[in-house]
């Protein structure tokens, strides 16, 4: 389980949903990847969940490991990328420590549908960079556990690690934490570490959530029931 420090956060934030928004913003607390950030795409809130909206995107997501599933297409990732996102406004701390209970119903291989935590995400129009860990929404082989570091222009993304298989996937009432404290970043499923890695790029900004674009109208399939974080010096 993800342990906290012995000491006070300087900032914390706790959320259930309860205000049906579109997009989130809980008086301001809250940025938004079309709203704020204008090149991606943003969370919206309604009955206790928060989901991303239709993505944008004009070009179909295409992955190398479809090609394992049968779409015989290899090579890097293609896409437009408008990732729903929504991160916190103000100053945070640097260790961040986030967790979030995971809605998903309908899963489906058709889609690579994600919940995101967003560590030290910096948000600005038409630049956005920080970490990212995410699992897919998919209990089969299929399921995957990652962490990214965004470079700060729409589609311009760095994999740090990623991890393949039925253990990293995840369904409805599961819960994902996130931490990166200094130069770690990891993420843990129902108090287990399921992946970790160290990058030194970004060291500070906002915590938040996301989902992966390009999902057509599953979007509504899947997301957060609650969103919790605490922050440190």
């Known amino acids: 389980m993800m342990e906290l420090p012995k000491k006070p956060p300087v ?5 259930e949903f309860k205000r049906n928004e579109t997009p989130i913003s809980e008086g301001g607390l809250w940025l938004n990847g079309r709203k704020d950030g ?28 479809q090609a394992a599933l049968g779409a015989g297409i290899e090579g890097a990732p293609v896409g437009d990328y408008d990732d729903p996102t929504a991160v916190l406004a103000g100053k945070w701390g640097p260790d961040q420590y986030g967790k979030a209970r995971v809605f998903s119903r309908n899963q489906t291989d058709k889609y690579f549908q994600e919940v995101q935590i967003r560590l030290r ?5 038409r630049s956005c960079n ?5 699992w897919r929404c998919l209990r089969t082989d299929e399921g995957y556990a990652e962490i990214v570091r965004w470079n700060g222009r729409v589609g311009d993304f760095t994999s740090l ?29 129902n108090g287990v570490k ?8 970004i060291k500070s900004g906002s915590p938040g959530i996301g ?17 919790e974080v605490d922050t440190y010096e």
């Open 211 to 227: 989902c992966n674009f390009g999902v057509g109208n599953t979007n509504i399939d899947h997301g957060f029931r609650s969103f």
């Open 161 to 189: 690690a990623k991890l393949v298989g039925r253990q990293y996937g995840v369904g409805d009432g599961d819960l994902i934490e996130a931490s990166v404290v200094g130069n770690v970043i990891t993420g843990y499923v």
């Open 130 to 134: 920080g970490y990212e860990v995410f």
């Open 121 to 125: 995400h910096n948000m600005s129009p």
């Open 38 to 65: 204008i090149d991606w795409c943003d969370i919206l809130v309604r009955d206790g969940v928060a989901f991303g909206e239709v993505s944008r995107n004009q070009t179909a997501e295409r992955r190398a490991e």
């Open 11 to 15: 900032r914390s934030y706790k959320t």
């Open 194 to 201: 399921s992946i970790s890695v160290v990058d030194d790029k």
